[in-house]
């Protein structure tokens, strides 16, 4: 006896060919690059197989009273879409067409950048694709719309609406923060400030201090505050709580007053200058500095210049997740290539026939967030817009949304010399501030950390540093992402991190001799950086010097500005 379902199954096999075969051309045009037929040929085999037992599978549970199994991926966790037999026929079909998809991405004969950037690109258009993000297939937003009586798809045209007149994607409650009231508090004052940054000098928190102060340098591409967000996670209060005095640059958010800035500007005027005045207003002759992110790259940067100008200020430095091998950047590669630079160069940068611009901050915001798509973009526009549901208040989502502009030039000089080129690690290859610079000269002790789970600066790359820099060195990798990782407070007792004396010559090497241990790094770092404070002295009574008197209360004017 025939099989009822036969004439179904049969449809969707030849659905399925006609998939595999249109994808297939699909993918071949658009790149000029061949699928090996037999990848292509087993690739449609196993999906007409897959499809066939999805059917069935939909067929046996079609009149089951409890609905279907639940289905794994979390956009669609809620019972409501394996209760639904359409939405469930939907979601799996989405899920088997998008692994497909991937694994013709992944079989594409070319060069490892062009393999990366069709798999980029695909990976874009299966996230978007996604019938969660559609209310007319998703039964959550429906349900909750009937539930509602319309009152959620009301309130997510509204907040619709709002992010549109702000130009961005809220992912988190911005109306519960203010710098200064609940983000950013710790105490301190402006003690300096010119027209790229002002330096905030912390208040002490115990009765002694070392004698050494710290200086930390934060990405200029952000607000300075990752490094202050609340007092139970704040990496500059937990630094002052063991002793040190510390000082933190907080980058101006340039308006078109600042176009014409350079890398050399940031650096001398910036960091460099920095580190006069901390040295200055503490009489100290070495300090220890921190940098992260872009951040670091700009402390290294400046000590290069330093040490061919005769002057070794640090007595350590600290890199958080930075880059200082550009070899291997992860994803963000995809977008890099000498069109997409010279492109940048004649529209923002010194080559612009309009002169220079500014690079926005919420074109960087943007970029990063559809890194992660599914994380950082759809899971908000379902929950936001389809839901109506108001995103839940996290300080680390507030700040990332708290977008910082970027001169042209600057920003240009630091995409070719960085990403395209890979400069800073070749002694002589690239001039800073007048001098041939060699990072090679930075002989001071220096901490080296990366996230594992990093997809701005993959810990691989970091651990890169180790083979650059000359000073004694240490690292040590954390559990979790570009940010989670780094903010990791010891109370909290999360998370994990990795630890190895030695240093390899690769990262792979590194982690198989590696001890896991549990919770925060930060006692690790601090460890560490005890050893090169210094004396304990007594605790200043007041901010900055007779020379460099208190402006202002912290955090300052400089982080309040928007892009």
Known sequence: MKNPAAPAIEGVTAQAQAFGSAMGEAMKSMTGLNLPLETLSKLQSEYVAQATALWNSALGQAGASDGGAKISDKRFADQSWAGNPLAAMAAQTYLLNARTLMQMADSVQGDAKTRARIRFAVQQWVDAASPSNYLALNPEALKKALDTRGESIAQGMQQLWQDISKGHLSQTDESVFEVGRNVATSEGAVVFENELFQLIEYKPLTAKVYERPMLFVPPCINKYYILDLQPENSVIRYTVAQGHRVFVVSWRNPDTSLVHKTWDDYIDDGAIKAIDVVQEITGAETINTLGFCVGGTI????????????????????????????????????????????????????????????????????????????????????????????????DLLYWNSDATNLPGPMFCWYLRNTYLENKLKQPGKTTVCGQKLDLGLIDAPVFVYGSREDHIVPWMAAYATTGVLKGKKKFVLGASGHIAGVINPPEKNKRSHWVNDKLPATAAEWLAGATEKPGSWWPEWHRWLADFGGKQVAAPKGYGSRKYKAIEPAPGRYVKQKA
Request: proline fraction near 8%.
């Open 299 to 394: 402390i290294a940067t400046a000590l290069a210049v330093l040490a061919a100008r005769g002057r070794k200020p640090a007595a350590s430095v600290t890199l958080l997740t930075t880059l200082i091998d550009f070899a291997e950047t992860g994803i963000l590669d995809v977008f890099i290539d000498e069109p997409s630079v010279q492109l940048r160069e004649m529209t923002i940068g010194d080559k612009s026939p309009n002169g220079p611009g500014l690079l926005k901050g919420s074109e960087l915001a943007t970029t990063f967030s559809f890194l992660r798509p599914n994380d950082l973009v759809w899971n908000y526009v379902v929950g936001n817009y389809l839901k109506g549901e108001a995103p839940p208040p996290f």
